[in-house]
């Protein structure tokens, strides 16, 4: 059964659409990825095109292959940087690794030309101003353990966002969640590397 969280959305934008020639790279992830987007399509410009697609459905929702196939058969991506993690918090933590082995082997099959990076998901905070971490991220953790496990067992690499801002609550803004300008920077920079890496492999 799927599990809807109250408000479902999904934001998908390709720059130079209009460009066959261009190598093109493609962010998946929510809206921590749609936060740093901007910072890595300005990184990137001239060498690739960035597109992306951001929503809240799960790994664990069907709707997340019908997502992607959105774009994987309308356009060639030489990478694919992979996030999903935040949300789906219905769905324990068993179901999540099942759907996430699912997702993954679904853009290696639709998208073989792919280099393929699984990226963990970040944390979050208490909204009590102490910085801390809230309880949340005990599954956040246990999610990115089974992820490397997965990504490991297919030979991707990890971009461990994760680590990037786990002892930096400087970065985040009010809400425990979101990153705030510098954080965007951060987490941007360290995609950045990760995407040109893949590429040159």
């Known amino acids: 059964m799927t599990i809807h969280e109250r408000i479902e959305w999904r934001d998908i934008w390709v720059m130079g659409a209009d460009d066959d020639t261009t190598p093109r790279v493609l962010l998946v992830g929510d809206s921590i990825a749609r936060s740093y987007y901007d910072h890595v399509e300005a990184a990137l410009r001239g060498r690739l095109l960035c597109a992306r697609l951001t929503t809240s459905t799960s790994v664990c929702d069907p709707a997340m292959e019908k997502e992607l196939a959105l774009l994987l058969d309308d356009y060639r991506f030489a990478v694919i940087h992979f996030n ?9 933590e068993a179901e999540y690794a099942a759907g996430l082995a699912r997702v993954l082997d679904f853009v290696l099959t639709r998208s073989p030309q792919s280099r393929l990076i699984w990226a963990s998901s970040t944390v979050f905070r ?7 971490l809230d309880a949340r991220t005990d599954r956040v953790r246990e999610r990115n353990r089974l992820a490397a496990g997965i990504a490991a067992a297919r030979n991707l690499p990890v971009n461990d966002l994760f680590a990037a ?23 941007g920079t360290q995609v950045v590397k990760a995407i040109l890496a893949a590429q040159a492999t």
């Open 84 to 92: 999903n993690g935040l949300h789906g918090f219905g769905y324990n």
């Open 126 to 132: 208490r909204t009590d101003g102490s910085g801390g």
């Open 165 to 187: 801002v786990v002892d930096r609550p400087e970065l985040f803004s009010g809400d425990g969640v979101h990153l705030n300008e510098a954080g965007q920077r951060v987490l």
